[in-house]
């Protein structure tokens, strides 16, 4: 069976970009680290497939949450989150996108849209 979660020959590119987080990332893995969400455990920095890190990943729920900074607002970057979203979909895997300065500026409210994902057993 062939391994597409956390392929070992992508554990440079996880390490570095974890150790390169943004403001948001860091706010958002200060909220879900050690089970802080309602029990449910994150990953950070999760790979999946030959070449796709997610910001989040929530294993039990099949739930990627991805922060999305100035460079996915324009019509390429939205045109390849879409394309990224639809092949998450493809493995079952549901997507989650968050604004950077939303995340920022309402943390609550953006726990709250995670809690819903995470309840919503429907999709994929």
């Known amino acids: 069976m062939t391994r597409i979660h956390n392929r070992r020959e992508l554990i440079h590119i996880r390490r570095g970009l974890r150790s390169e987080s943004t403001a948001a990332e860091a706010a958002l893995w200060s909220l879900l680290r050690k089970r802080a969400l309602d029990g449910f455990k994150f990953r950070r920095q999760h790979s999946v497939g030959p070449n796709m890190v997610l910001d989040f990943y929530c294993p039990e729920r099949r739930l990627a949450i991805e922060l999305d900074g100035a460079g ?18 493809a493995l079952g895997i549901r997507v989650l996108r968050i604004e950077n300065q939303e995340l920022l500026s ?16 429907s999709g994929p």
């Open 72 to 89: 996915h607002m324009d019509a390429l970057g939205q045109v390849n989150d879409g394309a990224r979203d639809e092949s998450l979909l």
């Open 106 to 121: 309402d943390p609550e409210g953006v726990l709250q849209m995670i809690r819903a994902m995470l309840v919503d057993r």
